[in-house]
């Protein structure tokens, strides 16, 4: 009955540990995953934010030095933020064989950020009709950049008390297991009747689903993209 009794607490503490292992492993707070997509791969939200902000304001800047938009985009292609300067660099260079809203849509496409689509839908408004003040337009999309980078740390600093709290909690559970494995072992003895093996794998399901639910409930949900070009409609 003993090797019974350990055979069946063990199942249940190894699920328990693999299900612990795989909810933390979920929470990791280095990338979110916004995207309704599953092709694209996870990135870095806050970085892309700030880079666009970043990108923005240079746009701003040197269109108030007296450039035309397309003189200032190809201006910012080389001092762009690294994780926008691939795209903008291919923006300014369609520039010369394409019109500059079917070069800002397809821009979007590849950013594929819903802030990006405003900046976007803002050359393409600009390009196609008057604007009174594109440097003021600009100016508001950089500080709603930098408001979503804002709110992105912010959850994640609130969250890390819930992800400390789920570490010290596995160990806890794993350490107690260990120490009734080798000190007590008959207070897992009613672990070994059928009764008990099916309590012992409910309680290790229960735990798994609840770390799947705070891993889906970490995820950071953007606003729907607007601006495509025309290939990515079809």
Known sequence: MSVAVAVVAGAGAGVGVLSLLAGLRGLRP?????????????????????????????????????????????VTAETAPDVIRDAVARFASRLSFASLPSAA????????????????????????????????????????CRDDVAMQRRIWVSRARTRSAVRIISVVIVLFVAVLFVFNRSYLSPYGSPEGA?????????????????????????????????????
């Open 30 to 74: 280095a990338t979110v995953s916004t995207s309704r997509s599953p092709r694209r791969p996870r990135r870095d939200e806050a970085a892309l934010s700030e880079g666009l902000a970043v990108w923005i304001e240079q746009l701003r800047d040197t269109l108030a030095g007296s450039r035309g938009l397309e003189q200032a985009l190809v």
């Open 198 to 234: 099916v309590v012992l794998a409910l309680v290790a399901v229960l735990f798994g689903v609840s770390l799947v639910g705070m891993q889906k409930l970490s995820r950071i949900d953007v606003a729907p993209r607007f601006v495509r070009s025309e290939g990515a409609r079809s």
């Open 105 to 144: 849509r397809q821009f979007a496409d590849e950013v594929d950020h819903p802030t990006c689509d405003f900046v976007s839908a803002a050359l393409i408004v600009a390009a196609e009709q008057q604007v009174r003040d594109m440097g003021a337009l600009l100016d508001q999309l950089a500080s709603s």
